[in-house]
């Protein structure tokens, strides 16, 4: 019976190598990446600028507010421009007064002209007087114009269409003319990279970048490529689709394509672990499992590869499982 035991187990032993296959390994080209930090910013991040000095009445966003381009986001008001509207409004009702006189003055100097009574002369100083008159009203009515525009100019536009990123200001603070009442970010969201520039001669735009943190799979495209390096690195723009503009400023981490090298790569099912050590089983001359160390870990077409750094030659053919 043990005999019989033994012969079936040789069999099924014969009847597997048989339908085993084979792999012979050889060097190929894969890319070696480089993780760095990638921060989410806006497009474009302009202040709202109060275009009035005076005092802030009213803010009416926080942050990460949604806003469109001409929105009202605060108030300020200058009481000194209801006491010049007033002023003007009593020059004007002066002025009013006096041509109003100045025109009943020429009417009777017209009809004292008719009787021979008065002069041409006195008659055309009298018509000049009104003419000056309304200039007068005239440059005091624009006056008021200017006036009303510098109240108008109270409230604080938003700039573009975007999100609220800081509003530094409060309701009560007394600001100046140009000072920033709130910070807007809009025209879609990037990851700007800050990459080391012995890197600088790999990159180029268009290249893909994989995005580790926002979502399985996920993949930018390197847009824009700034040619100042600042601290010894190459600023550089990820566009990247569906990224999430909750938090600006937020840091993702990036895998980027930074050159070529040679490696041995073997499918991971070809390797067995036992007692922490890796092996692989060679067929040739030199048959057997042989241990080898392994490096990363790369997926092509769905089928994962490792690494192979020491115990196996180019050439070699391998017993897959």
């Known amino acids: 019976m043990k005999a019989q035991v033994l012969a079936l187990i040789g069999l099924l032993a014969l009847s597997s190598a ?54 009202v986001l605060a108030r300020v008001v200058d009481e000194k421009l209801d006491l010049r509207l007033r002023s003007v409004d009593a020059q004007l009702q002066s002025l009013q007064s006096q041509i109003e006189n100045a025109q009943s003055e020429l009417q009777r100097g017209e009809a004292l002209l008719q009787r021979g009574v008065t002069t041409v002369q006195r008659l055309d100083a009298l018509r000049t007087q009104v003419d000056v008159l309304r200039g007068q009203i005239e440059a ?32 009560g ?34 290249d893909e970048i994989e995005i580790n943190g926002a979502g399985e799979g996920a993949k930018g495209r390197l847009a824009r490529i700034y040619p100042q390096i600042s601290n010894g690195r190459v600023m550089a723009d990820v566009a990247v689709e569906g990224l999430d503009e ?7 981490l990036v895998r980027l394509a930074v050159g070529l090298r040679t490696a041995l790569l ?56």
């Open 18 to 71: 048989a339908h085993a296959e084979s792999l012979t390994v050889t060097a190929q080209q894969v890319t070696d990446w480089k993780a760095v930090y990638g921060q989410i910013e806006a497009q474009t991040r302009l202040p709202a600028r109060a275009r009035l000095g005076g005092t802030l009445v009213s803010v009416t966003v926080v942050e990460g507010d949604r806003v469109e381009a001409g929105q």
């Open 140 to 171: 005091t009515r624009a006056e008021r114009s200017v006036v009303e525009q510098q109240a108008n100019e109270g409230d604080v536009l938003a700039p573009i269409s975007g999100l609220v990123l800081t509003v530094p200001a409060a309701a």
């Open 173 to 206: 603070a007394v600001v100046l003319p140009g000072e920033a009442v709130a910070t807007l970010g809009g025209g879609g969201f990037f990851l700007r990279l800050a990459i080391p520039e012995r890197h600088a001669d790999s990159l180029s735009e268009g």
């Open 246 to 252: 909750a938090f600006v400023d937020a840091r993702v």
């Open 266 to 321: 073997v499918p991971e099912t070809a390797v067995t672990t036992r007692s922490g050590l890796d092996f692989v089983t060679v067929e040739g001359p030199n048959q057997g499992e042989r241990a080898v160390m392994l490096g990363q870990r790369h997926v092509d077409g769905g089928i994962v590869l490792r690494e192979v750094l020491s115990g196996l030659r180019d050439g070699e053919t391998l017993v897959l499982k």
